[in-house]
């Protein structure tokens, strides 16, 4: 399994090799790509494609926001660990790359036939290529009681932002002796571990205070978790007696969460006056992609394993969060990954370029107490049903600590590399 550096390196080399225009495709005028969010996918693709482009295209990014705070990493300032300011990045270095456009606006409908986009603010922008990577939406009828309104008394926090930071203020005001609650979404959903991850960091934020009668209780919708073995390591050694994992079969389900009272009723117990709700819900792919009709049976977008395009579709492409990427897990390593597909792909249409070269793969770290990082990752094939993973590996329950260390060294290094890359 090769490292992030290699990854991140081997991406960028086979992709300038791939995407190398012809001098007569350079002579025609320009094609335009359109992409849709700056986030880990969109700006993984605007920036391969922009590398090696050198201003042969013509490119447009759509994102709304002005700065964007990572997903990935958010849990780290949950737990004490970031600062929320080493995680945020803005979009200054993308828009002065050749041939790039920086829209600050947000998508609002694609008509696919005159390939168009048009844009909240009434404007249309034109595409050869359009490139969707708008995330997840949250689905906020899955929790009864819950609600856009009642995200501020019972944050989510996973979109990254403003919900971070209010939701590490509430877990900062949790009394000694006080009661989380966690509700875990169904599969599929952003970041597998990514519950798991929290829970540790919300225990580790509580520690590092001395309130180690802290409470919190997890209540799942599934029946195992990411790395659950790990994970349920880790607590008792770290956070002995502060983190309970209930599966449904214990839970019985969740019944509704009542924010005025901060409740939390399942088929066993009602969960009363909890100092902290945190609702974490089932997930689409972003309101865009939905509104566009790309969404299959489960809420996110079916593409061609081979291309990531949205099946039936032949000049949008879907990758990240929003698509069904069949084994693979919805990451931010993943979203780069796919990138580099749909990269080839836009330059050998586009530009001439050899065909994509397929090489889908994962990797994603945990970290469960400062220095004590685990990881899960795989290697990934396209298949006419799905991406298939056709290998994969974990962390051992028996590792040292120093390999434990290691491990978070290189998932710092992993954050570095790919944001660098991206945003500055
Ligand atoms: P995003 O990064 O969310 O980007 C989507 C962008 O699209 C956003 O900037 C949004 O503003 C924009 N957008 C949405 N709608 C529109 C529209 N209509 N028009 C224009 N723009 C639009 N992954 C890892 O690899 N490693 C980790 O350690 C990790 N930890 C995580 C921890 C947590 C708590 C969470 C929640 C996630 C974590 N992830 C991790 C997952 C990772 O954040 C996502 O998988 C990744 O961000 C997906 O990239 P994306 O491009 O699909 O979506």
Redesign the pocket.
Known sequence: MPTRRQVIIGAAASAVSALAPSAPAIARAKPKVVI?????????VLNLVSAVARGALDITL????RA?T??????LHLGGVREMETLRFGFDAIAARPGVSVVH????AIDSGKREVR??NGAVVAYDRLVL????ALDYASVPGWSREAEDAMPH????GAQTALLKRRIDAVPDGGLIVMIAPPNPY??P???Y??ASMMAQALTKASKTRARIVILDAKDKFSKQPLFQQGWEQHYPGMIEWQPPAVHGGVKGVIAATMSVETDFETYRDAALVNVIPKQTA???AIEAGLTGANGFCPIDPFTMKARGHNAIFI?????DGGDMP???????SQAQVVAEAIAHELLGGAAPQIAYR?????LIAPGDSVFVGGEYEPTEAKIREKAGEISGLRDTPETRRTNAED?EG??AGLTSTLYL
Do not use: M
């Not at 990572?70 to 849990?75: F, H, L, P």
């Not at 606006?105 to 609002?108: L, R, V, W």
């Not at 919805?330 to 780069?336: D, I």
């Open positions: 849709v969010g700056g986030g880990a996918g969109g700006a993984s759509i994102e709304p926001q964007l990572t997903c990935y990493y958010s849990n606006e947000a998508a609002a844009l909240t990577s708008p995330g997840i926090a996973w979109t990254a952003r970041c571990p990514g519950p991850e929290r972003g309101r865009i990758l990240g969060d929003a698509c919805k990451s931010a390593f993943s979203a780069n994962n990797k994603c770290w945990s998932s992993w954050y």
